[in-house]
Nanobody, 123 residues
Framework: QVQLVESGGGLVQAGGSLRLSCASS????????MGWFRQTPGKEREFVAA????????VYADSVKGRFTISRDNAKNMVYLQMNSLKPEDTAVYYC????????????????WGQGTQVTVSS
C-alpha cells in the first residue's frame, strides 16, 4: 500500500475556493491512479474525482463537474483537488485514495487511503 496524507481543508464561505493536497510515499507513485472521495456522518463515502496514473484522463462526479479540478505532480508525489464555487452541500471530510494503474469510481476498488481533511462551507 501507498501512504497518503491530505491537507488544505478549512472553513470557507459559499462561493469561495480551497485547494486540497495529498502527499504520497513510495517509489511506485506514477503507477497508481488517484481519487478523491468525501463523506458526511451517516452516509456512504462518495466519489468526487479520479485521475489516471499517466495524467491523461480524469473523471468527475456530476455534482462537482465544472467546479472541481483534480491534478497530479508525479515528480513531487502529489495530487491536488482545486475546489471553486463551493456550496454548503460540499461540506464533508475529504479523503485521498490510490489504486494500481486503472481509475475507478467505487471506494471499494481503492486499497490505500489518507486520514481525511475537513472542509466546511458556510452559507
Amino acid at each position: 500500500q501507498v501512504q497518503l496524507v491530505e491537507s488544505g481543508g478549512g472553513l470557507v464561505q459559499a462561493g469561495g475556493s480551497l485547494r486540497l493536497s495529498c502527499a504520497s510515499s513510495g517509489r511506485t507513485f506514477t503507477n497508481y491512479a488517484m481519487g478523491w472521495f468525501r463523506q458526511t456522518p451517516g452516509k456512504e463515502r462518495e466519489f468526487v474525482a479520479a485521475i489516471s496514473w499517466s495524467n491523461f484522463n480524469t473523471v468527475y462526479a456530476d455534482s462537482v463537474k465544472g467546479r472541481f479540478t483534480i491534478s497530479r505532480d508525479n515528480a513531487k508525489n502529489m495530487v491536488y483537488l482545486q475546489m471553486n464555487s463551493l456550496k454548503p452541500e460540499d461540506t464533508a471530510v475529504y479523503y485521498c485514495a490510490a489504486r494500481p494503474f486503472n481509475m475507478a469510481t467505487r471506494s471499494g476498488d481503492y486499497g490505500s487511503w489518507g486520514q481525511g481533511t475537513q472542509v466546511t462551507v458556510s452559507s
